[in-house]
């Protein structure tokens, strides 16, 4: 088998963890420079090309607008530029030794996944929940339809001779705040989405949450979960590095970002999506990004020389997820219509969300330890599962404490930078 999937598995197999960035920009010549500067990097790489928000969101007028006024776009408009010049930038880059992967963030994406094929690509991501709830009101039955034609659209390459990869969103929902039982949850229904709609290479997401046992857990429940529903299908796990506010000092990036690839060699995870030293402050340069694939390649390889750290403790993640997942399967053989009911009935709802599909009847807290706890669950079928003696629903205050917890975390954990040695006396400081 050749192709995205296949690169990261034969990776795994010569004990390297892929990584790969986040990166999109809307000039040809520098979405290439991007590409060739991340396949140089000293670390196993696959690319990317994130796209812009207009094309995100269907608006291709706009984004042919600000490409003609040479406007900023946050992205590259893959809908937009014509078909010569994406292949132009994937000339002599993309082949079996860097596969690309092009990322978007939409509910309705076929304009995208037919612009990505025409360019000679097929490996993307998102999913029908993780790609609607977060981001917009698109309705929840309106993406499952959009989703189920792109997949379609995207398997149908199949029957020359490609294998398309399709990796699930759902594991990141919300980026933080979500506690780790639905998140795989969604992971995994989105990839028994793709595979009934005709995908067999699959990638499960997980994001880095707040506290790493708990998160250790979490892919070691999502990875047994995965291997009994989606055994039929190549597949692997793919972590993210924490998405929620980011630590302010460099130090304090950086050592959450290593803690990241710690958390995806010990939790079973094939690929490693990185964060920078810039996040909190603004968009990353190239060499921003470099710098961050290298180190995440760096704390990865040290990880593996290191004796393997005992299993964590079952809290149960594992049952509330199958619990969750079960009855979401329960209620329709169509993973598109059983997502829907699923919602409609409360039996999938997620924290904080604002989705008018969404109940918005669960809440979460955060331990003193940066455990993610239940505090409601709603009609959620898990309420017999949830740990006693729940934690109080946080108000404004404690949702906003929770939600800068890990950057104050890692912020006091940096180094500090070293002082300016003292001016001697009677001379003057230098400007």
Same mark, same amino acid.
């Given at each position: 088998?050749?192709?995205?999937?296949?690169?990261?598995?034969?990776?795994?197999?010569?004990?390297?963890?892929? @990584? #790969?960035? *986040?990166? =999109?920009? $809307?000039?040809?010549? +520098?979405?290439?420079?991007? %590409? !060739? /500067?991340?396949?140089?990097? &000293?670390?196993?790489?696959?690319?990317?090309?994130?796209?812009?928000?207009?094309?995100?969101?269907?608006?291709?007028?706009?984004?042919?607008?600000?490409?003609?006024?040479?406007?900023?776009?946050?992205?590259?408009?893959?809908?937009?530029?014509?078909?010569?010049?994406?292949?132009?930038?994937?000339?002599?880059?993309?082949?079996?030794?860097?596969? @690309? #992967?092009? *990322?978007? =963030?939409? $509910?309705?994406?076929? +304009?995208?996944?037919?612009? %990505? !094929? /025409?360019?000679?690509?097929? &490996?993307?991501?998102?999913?029908?929940?993780?790609?609607?709830?977060?981001?917009?009101?698109?309705?929840?039955?309106?993406?499952?339809?959009?989703?189920?034609?792109?997949?379609?659209?995207?398997?149908?390459?199949?029957?020359?001779?490609?294998?398309?990869?399709?990796?699930?969103?759902?594991?990141?929902?919300?980026?933080?705040?979500?506690?780790?039982?639905?998140?795989?949850?969604?992971?995994?229904?989105?990839?028994?989405?793709?595979?009934?709609?005709?995908?067999?290479?699959?990638?499960?997401?997980?994001?880095?949450?707040?506290?790493?046992?708990?998160?250790?857990?979490?892919?070691?429940?999502?990875?047994?979960?995965?291997?009994?529903?989606?055994?039929?299908?190549?597949?692997?796990?793919?972590?993210?590095?924490?998405?929620?506010?980011?630590?302010?000092?460099?130090?304090?990036?950086?050592?959450?970002?290593?803690?990241?690839?710690?958390?995806?060699?010990?939790?079973?995870?094939?690929?490693?999506?990185?964060?920078?030293?810039?996040?909190?402050?603004?968009?990353?340069?190239?060499?921003?990004?470099?710098?961050?694939?290298?180190?995440?390649?760096?704390?990865?390889?040290?990880?593996?020389?290191?004796?393997?750290?005992?299993?964590?403790?079952?809290?149960?993640?594992?049952?509330?997820?199958?619990?969750?997942?079960?009855?979401?399967?329960?209620?329709?053989?169509?993973?598109?219509?059983?997502?829907?009911?699923?919602?409609?009935?409360?039996?999938?709802?997620?924290?904080?969300?604002?989705?008018?599909?969404?109940?918005?009847?669960?809440?979460?807290?955060?331990?003193?330890?940066?455990?993610?706890?239940?505090?409601?669950?709603?009609?959620?079928?898990?309420?017999?599962?949830?740990?006693?003696?729940?934690?109080?629903?946080?108000?404004?205050?404690?949702?906003?404490?929770?939600?800068?917890?890990?950057?104050?975390?890692?912020?006091?954990?940096?180094?500090?930078?070293?002082?300016?040695?003292?001016?001697?006396?009677?001379?003057?400081?230098?400007?």
């Amino acid at each position: 088998m050749t192709g995205f999937g296949a690169f990261v598995a034969q990776a795994a197999d010569a004990g390297a963890l892929v @990584v #790969q960035p *986040r990166m =999109g920009m $809307a000039e040809a010549a +520098r979405m290439r420079d991007g %590409l !060739l /500067a991340t396949r140089g990097a &000293a670390a196993v790489t696959v690319g990317t090309i994130t796209l812009d928000s207009y094309t995100r969101t269907g608006d291709l007028d706009a984004a042919r607008r600000a490409l003609a006024l040479g406007a900023g776009l946050n992205g590259y408009p893959i809908a937009t530029h014509p078909v010569d010049v994406t292949r132009a930038v994937l000339h002599g880059v993309a082949d079996a030794g860097f596969p @690309v #992967q092009v *990322r978007h =963030g939409s $509910a309705a994406p076929e +304009r995208i996944f037919e612009a %990505l !094929l /025409a360019a000679g690509l097929d &490996a993307t991501e998102g999913g029908p929940v993780s790609y609607c709830l977060p981001y917009g009101r698109t309705p929840l039955h309106e993406a499952v339809a959009c989703w189920r034609r792109s997949c379609e659209l995207l398997a149908s390459i199949r029957e020359f001779g490609a294998e398309p990869h399709l990796e699930t969103f759902g594991g990141c929902m919300m980026g933080q705040l979500c506690p780790p039982s639905l998140l795989i949850a969604i992971s995994v229904l989105e990839a028994l989405f793709f595979r009934q709609h005709g995908l067999r290479s699959i990638s499960l997401s997980y994001a880095q949450q707040t506290n790493a046992r708990q998160d250790e857990e979490a892919l070691a429940a999502l990875g047994r979960i995965a291997d009994e529903l989606l055994a039929d299908v190549d597949r692997h796990l793919v972590v993210y590095a924490y998405m929620g506010v980011y630590p302010r000092s460099p130090g304090g990036a950086r050592l959450l970002l290593e803690d990241a690839a710690r958390l995806a060699v010990r939790g079973g995870a094939a690929r490693l999506i990185v964060k920078t030293t810039a996040e909190a402050h603004r968009i990353p340069t190239v060499a921003e990004n470099v710098r961050a694939l290298e180190a995440a390649a760096a704390a990865a390889t040290a990880e593996r020389t290191r004796p393997r750290p005992a299993a964590p403790p079952d809290t149960g993640i594992e049952a509330e997820a199958r619990a969750l997942i079960g009855a979401v399967l329960d209620l329709d053989a169509d993973l598109g219509r059983a997502l829907v009911r699923a919602f409609a009935a409360g039996y999938l709802d997620v924290p904080y969300c604002l989705h008018p599909d969404n109940a918005g009847r669960t809440r979460s807290s955060l331990g003193p330890d940066g455990r993610l706890y239940w505090s409601a669950v709603g009609s959620m079928p898990i309420a017999g599962l949830v740990e006693g003696g729940r934690p109080p629903i946080l108000g404004s205050a404690g949702l906003l404490s929770a939600l800068s917890h890990v950057q104050r975390r890692y912020d006091g954990r940096a180094p500090r930078p070293a002082a300016a040695p003292p001016v001697p006396r009677g001379l003057p400081a230098a400007r």
